[in-house]
């Protein structure tokens, strides 16, 4: 067996073998192998004595194994034996010794040995020279992954050092290299230094490396001068002066002023190199020294580089050195191809110089030419430095590189595209990128395909002949990478098409141009119906902009391609499962533009259009509403979609310059001055300078707000001031929101708001509130969004080329003309726009209406509810390059229309003042009445999980508008301008004083009793508001109800004991937090995950596992949907904490399964800069408490529960110091288990509560005062549900909770 | 600088593995050892004896049924490393007197010993076979004693 074993794995055994290798498959390179050790036929490998027997038969059943599994299996029988041998007591040395050796091999193979870490830290410590030496080998092998360990061989080493024996230094100095850490540099560094000067050059030798170590770990722990450098230099030894040549060429790169002075003794050692003056030993093949030539060569190139004086001082020697090395390089000496290469690339890097090119120039010709494929391939690697300097060097062997980029190795073929993107200019652009089309067929790996496409679009677009090439270009390299292609570059193309060719030269040419611009138009649309009707399976990105371009141009190929082909076509892929929602929503509208411009509607269409009314999506429904209501109204189309406007601009008012009246006669009323940004950050800080005693709570208010009745009744007291508290509303509204985002802490709320979740909430369309987050957030948004305040124009095509973002703006904008009661957001965003107060106040004219401007405004009314003035300018045309060209200039407005503007916008602003004074509690009762009306829609189109996120947001948005009303009151008190919406329960502060509100909210309500009452809209919440108010109490139930006044739903919001988010991870990269949002009937959770590092985090990814309670997940970023296994590919996210990345799931009870549920998880993985991956797996934690929910109930009925419900609980709590009275316990108990208080009768408590509102899952709970005889009371709790787990786990719960 | 240095067998059994980086998990380093053996391996005699991997440029060389794999970074020289690798056979064969594959699983512990030698810190340190082996003689004389 042995025989036979040697017989395939020795090297050398068969000489002919060998031989004929060598001529036949690298003739040319290697013909100096041959001159390897002769070698014999039969060798004997003899085990070493130390090792044994049972290892030695282990090797050999491992050398002879045909496979990795087998060989797997193999090392595992051996871990178990290692590990079983190790944990013996009293290891003797020797023996130790051999068992690390085995784990060394074992570790070798792919396993972790951690069990014997310990053990060759331990043989390191041995006398014995070959024990030591092991110990330390394994260790610095093992201890890679386990630096800690290092810890216990720090004094080891430090002993070592001074030792006698050579090899024991060299160890310690090896391992010191391999495992040293900044921290511990110091402990060995003085010793090492004078190691340095050791009379034995291999420790010299090992000293200077790790002098190396040392530099490249920690630069300022070595504080040497170029003296101290230039002494190992200059070492007699050549060993010991190869070493220190890598510090060079370390200094050479971090730190090349400091020895730049060093370039003559650098060259004169290279000038001694190559005549041969070194000991023959280190003569290779012939060559002198080949390795210490090339890093000479190496520093050189370094040094030199755009130096000029540096450079001058080593041509000559750069030349000397070429020319020994080609003597070399023409006997095909391998090791002297090697230095004339590294010449070369010293040549091309130093400050270049003419007769040197020249020279690499030729040399270049002589690899490229080379029937070795190494060395074309270094020839080729040499061009591309080379062209760089001497763009002629390529043209010479254009022959070669041709042939190379056909040549069957992919290494070569490689390196060759390589060289293409390097020689690309306008005049070869078409060939090479063909040329590259073909090879990217050929790639499969997706890293370099990645970084191919990528460079191909970049030239594409830096060197287009023309637009029709570009476009036709960027298909190819679609359709062979489309899911490679970046997401800017897409758009751009959409962009191009849209504007056609830039050509800023004379206006006589524009008529030319205008017809090449449609015939670009044609041909795209031409190229991608074509695309579209194959039926082939594209990338998403790539179906967006086939059917961009087919919706808005398909009547210029109508005669090739018939409309309704092309819409068929479109029907077939909305319907095809693997496209994303955003691909569908736009198909719709290209749907929508095709009908516009056809007029013909077919009924697969219809169908469609029907099915999709009631998509998950809202976005898609949006837009299926919106070509039904378009349908409608056949006489706007032409008004709303003119055919081929995408590239037309959209004029607005960004300054809102024609609210400035409004404006100013709020501010006469009293309202407070708009403030900017600066100045609220700079307010924040100063008062929290001025009042850290008066510490702000953050977070959720616990006292109620004031019930909306009460303001109702005050405005109808305050009569004709009433549009003062809009103003001043808003701007607190805003105020607060404002100091929460400077906050900058977990703002979740803006971003659930402002994605497309809510576009259709229970108070109407809320899409203006959306609109003042991003506003503050975003300028390009802010003009966008502006635009959708204010015109009207063909948006739709305009806002998909600029982003999901804005296209979700403009399914709002278009979403209004179903909802005219937006006035009164209308009101609420005012103040926002309007920055400057200072600014001039334009006098309203009254409103003469032309015929026309009637005709514009029922347009505009019956699309947006409000009115807009259009005014089409054509569009400068732009370059290829830019890609942010959603920022229209408002210089192109022109004055005629900007009067015409504020015309109709007072018209308009008259009307929602109107409406304030008379119509505002109408208003509210008609904002209620929607909300029903739209929840009932939802819920017929059976989308329940839908809902409960529409009434997630909707009460954000309700929310929003009760503060609104609230502060009015407010702020008559002067007292608390900060009002938490529901921003502040994400964390932000504006928590404002609790005590002052309660007691002012307490004053209105005792004036206004009756009004709640009366209102029917806020009857029982409201009720139950005044109530707790009443009892001055501060729970969590107030809120819960007071979010409830207007749809009966509640939310609250807690997170631990503190309201502020909960950090799960932080592991120095990204930072993970988490808040419970409590609904009525679920439990909401959301993330805030944040990259705070100051690099980037890549391939970001999350996987939640689902739980059956898990009904909804999704994210606030439209883009990064939760696939349906429960990922989310989140990719990067930007650093440094600028970029929040967010997702929501919500749980709902399901088969009485929820409350036992301990905790939600859901794996994060990450890649770090260094290309590692981390994993980790979150759990939220979730309790009994999240799940439990209050139940109103009078006592009556929960008498009647209370003999009905079978399962009883008792329990004791003892001895709680927090709790002194009942009513405590009763607040603790709201607060812990949510639970409703029914009533309090002397020391005796009734309270209900259940599981996410369902019915069947109650808890009756009966809690006493006891025991008075201790120090603090007891409680004696009882209670009772219908479901004995809940029981058990309420009981546990409690008696964990109440204790802390 | 070198990443790392590699032998395997033609099965893509490794044979010794040296890592001049730190921070690579034994899993990582299974991962990354398969992948660039398994592209090696795939590799004809007349293609050349360079692979780009990711940011890695790998050098191989083959001697009978073993491979011999150095991973670099972009500023290594190619022909260098070869010729390094080629030495590095060279003094294997000069220690062990015929150099096989079962040499190296016997003599692990040496052979990681004569890399050391001959490379630290990613950068190669000596090539002169007579200083790369004194030292392992000397141990050889120490270990020779054990029984």
Known sequence: MNKNHKLTTSFFENTVYEKEKNFTGRENIFPFQIQTPVVTTIVNSIPPSYLSKDFVNLIKEVGESKSKLEEDRLIKVEITKLKKLFSKPKLKPRKRCELVIRALFCELLGNDVEFAHVKAVNSSQESNLFFKRVGYLAASTFLHSNQKLFLLMINTIQKDLKSTSPIVVCSALITITKLITPEFIPAVLPKVLELLSHEDKTIRKKAVAAMYTFLLKDPKSLDLGIDDFKRVLCDQDPSVMGAALDIFLLLAKTNPRLIKSQIPTICSILKQVIEGRLNKDFDYHQIHAPWIQIKILKILGYLGQDDLKASKEMYNIIIETTKKAEIGFLNGITAACGIMYECIRTITKIYPEQKLLNAASEEVGKFVTSSSNNLRYLGITALIHLVKAHPEAAVKHQIVIVECLDDPDETLRRNTISLLFEITNSTNIVFILQKMLTYLKTVTDLDHKKDLVTRMVKLSEDYAIDTKWFVSTINSIMELAGSLVPRDVVYNVMRLIAEGTEDDEDEDEDEKEEEENIELKKFAAQEYAEMLLSEQILPDMSFRLIIWVIGEYSYLCKDEFPIKDLMLAICLLVEKPNITDQTRAICFTALTKMVAQSGIIPEEVDDLVDKYSNSRSTDIQQRCYELRGILANTDIIDEILPPDASNEDLDFDIDLSFLNEYVQMALQNGAKPYITKEQRIQMENESLLAGLEGKKERGLRFEAYQIKSSVTTNMAVNGPSKSIYDVKTTENVNNSRFVNETQNEFSLAPNLGGSNLNKWSTSGYSGFQDENESDESDNETTNTTTTTTTTQKNTSAFSEMTGFGSSDINSNQSNTNTNTNNNMNNVNVVPNFVEQPKQKIIVPKKPRKTKEEKKREKVANLLFGGEKVKTRKKKPRKTVNQTNKIVTNSTNITPKNTVQKRKTFNQQQQNIMTMNKTNKQEQFNNNNNNMNNNMNNTNNNQDVNLINFEMFSSNTNTNTTTSTTKTSTTNMNQNNSQVPDLMDIFGGSGGGNSGMMNTQTTNILGQTPNTTSNNQNLGGGGGFGSFDFLNNQQSLIQTHQLFGNFNQDYINVKSKSTNEPAVLLNDGTLSCKFIKLYAKDQLIVLVELQNIANNNATDIAITIDYQNAMKTVMTTDPVQQVLSNGQINVGRIASNGKQNFKFVMSLKENQNTFFSTTSINFRLSYRDPNEQTHFHLIQIPINIGDCLRPKEMLTQQFGSKWNQTQIEKQFNLMNMSNIKSIKDFVTLAKKILHLFEIQIIGKEVIMCSNILGNENLICLFHGMITDNYREHPSISCKLKTNNNSLAECIRKFSLKEFKK | ?147
Request: aromatic share 10%; with cysteine.
């Open chain 2, 1 to 147: 600088m070198i990443k790392f240095i590699l032998i395997v067998n033609k099965l893509g059994q490794t044979r010794l593995a040296q890592y001049y980086t730190t921070g690579l998990s034994i899993n990582k380093r299974v991962a990354l050892e398969n992948e660039i053996t398994r592209r090696c391996l795939s590799r004809k005699d007349k293609e050349c004896s360079f692979l780009e991997f990711r940011d890695l440029k790998v050098i191989y060389r083959r001697y009978a049924s073993l491979f011999f794999l150095v991973g670099v970074d972009e500023e290594e020289n190619e022909l260098g490393i070869l010729e390094f690798i080629h030495c590095l056979v060279e003094t294997l064969d000069r220690y062990f007197e015929n150099v096989c594959e079962l040499d190296l699983m016997f003599n692990i512990d040496k052979a990681y010993m004569i890399l050391d030698e001959m490379a630290l810190n990613g950068n190669i340190i000596e090539t002169n076979k007579k200083n790369i082996i004194a030292p392992l003689h000397i141990i050889d004389q120490v270990s020779k004693k054990l029984k």
